[in-house]
């Protein structure tokens, strides 16, 4: 399977929203596998197919230390949130790029699986944030979207300056 090229911001793909699946199919279990590897490859801990400009409901996940726990979201929904947690967050999108963000801390989320099966479950701590930030990521958004105005822009001016010299 091939490792799929990660969108950098300021990339305007990386604004679009994504489509529902209407169907888990192959092709749908295929971009899965390629985006695991894609994201274990990084590496990082969460990638959504918008980052790789393919622009489905579909998210990859795994928190842990030793690859041991995948998470796919198919069109994933948040069904309840409740109280506030602060955490850093990166993004594979936005390299060496580390600032702190604010969410839900507790999350109720329902998706389909990898099978085309409904499932529904509970999540807090880093995986609730992880699953909120990829979410983002579907609806076009980033986590640098979160931060003030200021942080912001000397984030964009960094990454349009790398392009600028590296092209
Ligand atoms: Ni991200």
Do not use: W
């Not at 274990?40 to 726990?69: C, E, F, M, W």
């Amino acid at each position: 399977m091939p490792i799929l090229e990660i969108l950098h911001f300021p990339d305007p793909r990386l604004r679009t929203k994504a489509q529902t699946i209407a169907h888990v199919s192959d092709e749908v279990r295929a971009l899965a596998a390629s985006m695991f590897e894609t994201m274990y490859a990084a590496p990082g801990i969460g990638l959504a197919a918008t980052q790789v400009n393919v622009h489905k409901r579909l998210i990859v996940l795994d928190i842990s230390d030793d690859k041991q726990d995948p998470y796919c979201l198919i069109n994933p929904e948040l069904r309840e949130v409740s109280g506030v947690a602060n955490s850093e967050e990166g993004c594979l999108s936005v390299p060496d790029i580390f600032e702190e963000v604010t969410r839900s801390e507790r999350i109720r989320v329902r998706a389909l699986d990898l099978a085309g099966n409904k499932q529904e479950f509970e999540a807090s701590g880093r995986l609730a944030i992880c699953i909120q930030h990829e979410m983002d990521h579907l609806e076009g958004k980033l986590f640098v979207d979160r931060l003030s105005s200021l942080k912001r822009t000397r984030i964009r001016k960094k990454f349009e300056k790398q392009q600028r010299t590296s092209s």
